[in-house]
């Protein structure tokens, strides 16, 4: 069994060296050190250590908000953690311990509310999109080309005009007039259907 501390700042000018300390007190005596923000999901550091870790290893941080910056981040490193068969320990935070039973039971809690936290983001997102929708709000990107420019690009190409060439004097992509020339069948049938 091997204790790894990870220790992070999220500039360069903030010092790694309290956290060394903290961690190497605790029994640490490999210690991945980090200048990264939280926020970024990418910390090569990190990602090193957890390849690392081994069967009843343990990662050590000080405090949690040194290993992720919100709940779903905890989580997704924890259960990659997991997957090691490793156990996870912050020493100011003594309920974040999953090599106690205890520690173990609180972030199950922790994920439990996490998912519900999500539950109710998505049901009040949706609830917001049919809310504007009825309100007549369009989603999605908006057209290039105005619906009059539409039922000319499409009377030139019955008359011959070549698709590149409109593309340049409508100052769009290719592909958007290609699109105009040949229908998707979705657009075809949700056409036919009204």
Known sequence: MAIYGYARVSTNGQ???AQVAELRTAGCG???KEKASGAKTDRPELAKLIRRLEDDDVLLVTRLDRLARSTRDLLNILDEVGKRGA???SLKDAWADTT???GRLMLTVLGGLAEFERELIRARTDDG???AKARGVKFGRPRKLTSHQRQEVLQRLAEGAVQADLARSYGVSPPTISRLATPSPFAVSAVGAQ
């Open 129 to 131: 999109r049919k809310r």
């Open 30 to 32: 490999n210690i991945y």
């Open 15 to 17: 010092d790694l060296g």
């Open 100 to 102: 106690t039973p205890h």
């Open 87 to 89: 156990g996870f320990r």
